[in-house]
């Protein structure tokens, strides 16, 4: 949905917990901001101790991987590049390097005056936020999704049909990037027809890609595919297909891997011709779709949104993944514009799972999810949570969360955690990694502070 001005309610009534037992522990969040990487109140000895930590390059990270033991800080590092123009729609993290995608044309390091051109995707130095001279591969479409490599290598996926450095390459929307200079990997061919792949994840020798395309890896692959991560082929046992939308076309707007399952969620009602609402899993080591099932959200939210899941994340045990939601404000009861639990393995075998908790903004878009057992993560131009009888305004009890907030996983209700950002059109892209919570979005202040599109809440 675009930015509204209208305000949202408080997290509505929380549903009774249909899995306890599974549920993580609650962590409080920090009574303060926990400066890092901070100014001249850090004495020189301890300054050196946080540099010969953080020189200790990190492992690539992909989402619903990374535990955390803590909530972030709500004081940003100061050291994360800024994004002069545009939107970011996805982070990577590939060992050390940060690689942002999205529509944009100019970057800029901190502490700098100097702009540099990087259409589209750009790599940064996790620890100094230096940008990678050599990596300019300047697709000519917007990036969507991005999914760490071996080799020092990125994939990315988007709008494009060309990219790589020196001179543009065709590439189709998905191709396989060299960070050390930005040139396309020989040997990836993944052959992406009919559409835009809007999102990765990158599973050893597997790579799953969906989106709105129609062709994948040399076969018929409507909207959602394996690819051999080396080849782009496509795997021929792979076949599980999304079908019946609700809008003009079948897309996968999401995707998540957790406890060998593969959650799905876009526009559709079918999957693997079963039915499937919007949200289905599979086991990717069958290739099938499986029995887990909910008709939470083949409910109906705004005309204008025929589908309206968005983003997904799985804890990093896999015991349970969140859901947010677009859709417009439809009151109590509704899952639109709501972030949601539900445990990946239910005490029943089989019949429709309903979420443990719903957290509600009252009429504000969701977009980004990140579980990282101490918090699940919510951005998007939301100005409320806990917010169940918001319509477009704050309900009793909501709590002011403008455009980020963090929901205890075991209660569903919001944290004090409140950093805030602007709004605009929201946050698009979370990645926790072992430093903190990396954010992107179209905006340019950060917890009261100027990151442009980019920056880093740092665990405590």
């Known amino acids: 949905m675009l930015p509204e001005t209208a305000l949202p309610r408080a997290v509505a009534p929380v549903p009774a917990p249909a899995a306890a037992a599974s549920a993580p522990r609650r962590v409080a969040a920090p009574a303060a901001a926990v400066p890092a ?36 800080s709500a004081d940003p590092v100061d050291t994360t590049p800024h994004v002069l123009d545009g939107i970011v729609n996805a982070i990577a993290l590939v060992g050390g390097t940060v690689v942002v995608g999205g529509r944009f044309g100019r970057v800029r390091e901190a502490g700098s005056a100097r702009a540099v051109e990087r259409r589209n995707l750009f790599a940064y130095d996790l620890v100094t936020g230096r940008i990678l001279p050599g990596f300019a591969p300047r697709p000519d479409r917007p990036v969507r999704a991005l999914a760490a490599g071996d080799g020092g290598t990125v994939y990315a996926g988007g709008e494009f049909t060309a990219a790589g450095a020196p001179a543009l390459r065709r590439t189709g929307a ?15 061919a993944a052959q992406i027809r009919g559409g835009a792949v809007t999102a990765l994840v ?50 996968v707007h999401a995707l998540a891997l957790g406890g060998g399952r593969l959650a799905v969620g876009g526009d559709f009602t079918t999957l693997g011709g079963l039915p499937r609402a919007q949200l289905g899993l599979v086991d990717v080591r069958a290739a099938r779709v499986d029995a887990w099932r ?5 409910a109906r939210c705004a005309r204008d949104f025929p589908s309206y899941v968005r ?39 089989s019949g429709e799972v309903s979420p443990t908790w719903v957290n509600h903004t009252g009429g504000d878009s969701l977009y980004a999810v990140a579980a990282t057992g101490a918090a699940v993560y919510v951005g998007g131009h939301q100005r409320w949570l806990d917010n169940p009888e918001g319509h477009d305004s704050a309900g009793p009890g909501a709590a002011p969360r403008p455009g980020i907030g963090a929901i205890d996983p075991r209660t569903g209700r919001a944290l004090s955690w409140n950093p805030t950002r602007d709004r605009g059109i929201g946050v698009k892209a979370f990645l926790a990694c072992p430093r903190g919570l990396l954010v992107g979005s179209d905006t340019t202040r950060l917890g009261h502070e100027y990151h442009a599109r980019v920056g880093m809440f740092p665990l405590p």
């Open 37 to 72: 990487l901070r100014r001249a109140s850090v004495t020189a000895a301890s300054a050196l101790a946080v540099i010969a930590v953080l020189a200790i390059p990190p492992p690539s990270a992909a989402a619903g991987t990374v535990r955390h033991p803590a909530v972030v």
């Open 174 to 188: 998905l191709a396989r990037l060299r960070l050390s200079d930005g040139s396309p990997v020989a040997g990836f």
């Open 202 to 251: 990158r599973d050893g020798s597997a790579l799953y890609a969906g989106g709105g395309f129609t062709h994948a890896g040399g076969l018929a692959r409507p909207a959602l595919a394996r690819l051999d991560a080396a080849t782009g082929a496509a795997d021929p046992a792979f076949g599980i297909r999304p079908g019946a939308p609700r809008g003009s076309r079948v897309r």
């Open 294 to 298: 909910t008709a939470f959200y083949a």
């Open 311 to 349: 983003g997904l994340d799985f804890a990093p045990d896999g015991a349970y993944f969140a859901v947010v939601t677009t859709g417009g404000p439809r009151g109590a009861g509704r899952p639109c514009d709501t972030a949601a639990r539900f445990e990946t393995r239910p005490p029943r075998a």
